[in-house]
């Protein structure tokens, strides 16, 4: 089962009907409860009485401290199991708010509302909430799916302009792997500011969320959302740049892969190192130590028998899961994703 998607204020308030709440938690952090708070209580939540429950913006929160933290306060409030937890925020809070809601007494019923791009296009789709724990991410959660996700584009009118353009290389993403006709509909886009419409994040939450339903187990296509992924992990831990840059060096490390492997054209791989390292540029210097990242590589989790595997595309539009690539090809994708860097 995947959860609906909600469009509108109207979808909203007949879930809030049928839900009919004990009482209803808000979760925000400082920056969501300034910037998209207000807006939200007077489209969403006019007149509600509501529990507000509020932690420091940032990947530090998604901590047992700050889940413990908030049980408490479920626990002082006397809250039910018939109260609602709705998230306001990015991907951390989703997270958060969703492991938090999913354990108290068992599981109490939960609303994502995503206010990045990321969360509105991959985190707060799925139904996977954790925890960061001893200094690895992801190790404590659990997989439960909230009741609904709530996707407003509005909320984005606040977000960092890097945040922006990081959270829209999941779009890509997205386009690259299922959708050749999206994926022309981004790249001819005005790309002065990267300001997405309603309809381009819908379109794209609703590929992961047609992907997800396919493959609830986390066994076969759902692997297809890691594209870009694999070199894109390794990148981010080995170096510390932001997510969304080392997704972008990801895709077209993995381009170039896909190029040697799975037949995906030369003009295909030109086409995506403009669009994506048109729209962000990882802050990443020539002397990226190669063998570093391949280990890492290996180590990963998803790689069986020390091999390397990657979920490639053959086409823009259709992906390609489960290669095993060569070292030697892996190597190259790095050398070619440096040398097409916009410096
Ligand atoms: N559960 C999943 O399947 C899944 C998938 C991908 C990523 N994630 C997780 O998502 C997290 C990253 O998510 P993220 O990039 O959204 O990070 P985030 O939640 O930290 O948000 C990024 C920053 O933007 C601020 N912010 C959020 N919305 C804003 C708005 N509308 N206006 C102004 N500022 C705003 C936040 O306070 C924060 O400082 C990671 O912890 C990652 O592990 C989870
Ligand atoms: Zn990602």
Not at 198 to 212: F, G, L
Not at 216 to 243: C, K, Y
Not at 254 to 272: A, K, T, V, Y
Request: aromatic fraction near 6%; charged fraction near 20%.
């Amino acid at each position: 089962m995947t959860s609906p998607l909600l469009h509108n204020s109207g979808e909203w308030n007949t879930l809030l009907d049928e839900l009919a709440p004990s009482s209803i938690i808000v979760l925000t952090d400082h920056n969501t409860e300034n910037h998209c708070l207000p807006y939200f209580l007077s489209t969403y939540l006019e007149g509600e009485e509501f529990i507000h429950l509020s932690v420091l913006p940032g990947e530090e929160s998604k901590s047992t401290a700050c889940a413990e933290e908030l049980w408490s306060v479920l626990l002082e409030e006397e809250v039910d199991r018939k109260a609602l937890f709705i998230s306001l925020g990015g991907g951390v809070i989703t997270d958060l708010g969703g492991f938090v809601a999913s354990t108290f007494k068992r599981g109490m019923p939960f609303i994502h509302v995503p206010t990045t791009h990321l969360g509105m296009t991959d985190a707060a789709i799925g139904g996977k909430n954790g925890v960061n724990f001893q200094g690895l991410k992801n190790q404590l959660g659990t997989i439960r799916q909230p009741k609904a996700i709530l996707i407003d584009a509005k909320f984005l009118d606040t977000l960092p302009e890097l945040e922006r353009r990081a959270g829209f290389m999941e779009t890509l993403k997205h386009a690259l792997i299922a959708d050749a006709a999206f994926w022309k509909n981004l790249k001819n886009r005005d790309d002065s500011t990267r300001a997405v419409s309603n309809e381009i994040i819908h379109h794209s939450a609703s590929i992961k969320q047609r992907i997800i339903a396919q493959d609830q187990d986390d066994f076969g296509i759902r692997q297809s959302l890691n594209f870009g992924h694999t070199v894109g992990h390794s990148v981010e831990a080995l170096t510390g740049i932001s997510h969304g840059e080392a997704v972008a060096f990801g895709i077209v490390a993995e381009s170039f892969i896909s190029n040697r492997q799975c037949g995906l054209s030369d003009d295909e791989l030109d086409d995506i190192c403009q669009v994506v390292f048109g729209c962000l540029t990882p802050s990443l210097s020539a002397d990226l130590d190669t063998e570093a990242l391949i280990q890492l590589m290996k180590s990963d989790k998803k790689n069986e028998y020390g091999e390397v595997r990657f979920s490639l595309i053959s086409n823009i539009g259709k992906s390609n899961i489960g290669e095993t690539v060569p070292i030697e090809v892996v190597a190259q994708s790095i050398a070619f994703a440096l040398s097409k860097m916009k410096r």
